[in-house]
């Protein structure tokens, strides 16, 4: 399947890349665009203004995803705060790995294009999930 | 001639009730540093962040049964935006002045409630800074302020 977003991907626009490769549609393919006019009809897109997996309610995108694909694994709601602290800032919840991660992925966006943002933040995602996964079981930070 | 700041702004009318997406858009207009020019009118100088922004918060508006435009422009001479610029760093020194205040009266306290208040400080000078767009004299003084308690909390017992 074809998947439309903004051009200049930051935190959540790569972090729902990476929960639909990893969880929705693993064969996904990414297009950016300048306007919500531009997408092809193929495509869904996401994250953009006007869109159903976008921002609502106060949600991020990433945190819409869960929602509408009904995805209730605990480890990506735990995930969904990161992801969300560091998108919007908003103190909804408490995640103080997220100015670090924003500055991350921002920095990245700096010299890298999206295609390659997508893929150098893949792993780091798997690796943010692992250590969320391996907090919640044993309730306390791993190391 | 000196290049003018461009600015995003967000022009909204929300319904009067319920008044929670009006508290709401309010918290987070004012977290931004966004300076309310009209009653429905807010501005931030453009970067592709602020436009970002204030662009979902023009569709929470929406969501919330309210009228949301966004618009990029630029004020119609320097005089007022010189005037604007000044009025968001006024805004802006009073919460570096608060910061300040808190480590004077802080100095007298414990050891730990300083390291606890230190981090906080901290954390509200890294929030302040995130949405200082014309930096005043008072930022470098509650900067000063928060590292010369960070020395007292580091100093050893003796």
Redesign the interface.
Known sequence: MRWATRR?CHVDRAACAWLIRRFIDPEAEFVFVDDPEEVPVDATPFDM??VEL?????DCSFETFLRRYELSDPVLWEFAKVVHEAD???ERYDAPEA?GLDVLLRGLSMVRDDEELLALSEPLFDGLYEYRKRALLSGREPA | MPQRTPWVLLAYRLPRDPSTPRS?LW??LR?LGAAQLLDGLAALPLD?RNRE?L??L???VV?AGGEATIWVGELGSMGQERELAARMAEAIAGEYNAVTEDVAAAREDRAGRQRRTLGRLRREL?RIR?RDYFPPPERELAQQAVEELAALVEEPVG
Not at chain 1, 54 to 58: D, E, L
């Open positions: 200049h203004r006007g976008s921002h609502h309610g106060g919007l800032a908003d100015p | 709401s918290r987070k977290r592709a922004q662009e979902w023009a569709d929470e969501e890294r995130a």
